[in-house]
């Protein structure tokens, strides 16, 4: 009989490619996974984990917590790769270099931030030596600005959003972070540069819609079928953040619209969380208290404050 390094005991073991499901034995020699048995297995370690799962390590599409503590926690939900693709980060060489140099308990990435691009090119009094800081402390600390928020971009500040955003790409973002309920006075003309950019490096984007709301002309609805038709008219693959929260009560709607996108052939994807509620930072543009019970069709006593 074939002993192997490692042999994890009777686990539930879970791949939810192949749909298995049940009581088995796993061998592993060399680091791989060499043997999946009913029966029991040999082996040099046998670790009994019974009454525990096995499965592949998850990958979280949607992790903020970009930092050491944050990781472990996620290692124990059985994360074994976090990545930070809405909101992004920039510099994104100097991030990995950050994370190379502390350490981290498992895999991350992140994708080229637009929010950052936007507040040191719209706001450049907020640049430290002349850059945006790699940390979502740093994105969230100038909610309260106006002029990245709120202001479209074109010209010469547009160039030098794509610029910034070019770079990150270069450096290793797995894509462009655009988060736009945070800076929803970004126009359609901007986000097609920005999706042309997106295509050019075969990577996605990866989107916060602009309408935290159910109300129309500015709907939820309205911002998806907006970014379906960027989807059509780059190419470029689009991929709408945690829809379930954004979504509202328009989520039957929106399914509908996406599902109907994906038929057609068009490069849309998105992903949900699983848990039943959302957080953000005080200052968000898409909190505006004027009319946010309306809008999402929520009373104030549905918020907590942290
Ligand atoms: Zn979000």
Known sequence: MTSYDTVLANGRVIDPETYMDGIFHVGIKDGTIAEISREPLEGRDVVDVSGLIVSPGFIDLHAHGQNIASNRMQAFDGLTTALELEAGLLPVGEFYDNCAAEGRPINYGISAGWLAARTVTLNPEKAVNGKPVPTMTFTMGNFDVQEWVENPAHGDELQQIIDLLEQGLKEGAIGIGFAW???????????????????????????????????????????????????????AQTHICHWNSTSLRDIPTIVDIVKNAQEAGLPVTTEAYVYGAGNSGIGAAEFDPSDVEDRMAIEWSDFTLV
């Open 181 to 235: 309920g945070y800076a929803p006075g970004a126009g359609l003309k901007e986000c097609r540069e920005i999706w042309k950019l997106a295509k050019k490096y075969g990577r996605p984007t990866y989107t916060h819609i602009q309408n935290l709301s159910m109300l129309d002309p500015n709907s939820g609805v309205r911002n998806v079928i907006e970014l379906i038709g960027l989807a059509g008219a780059t190419g």
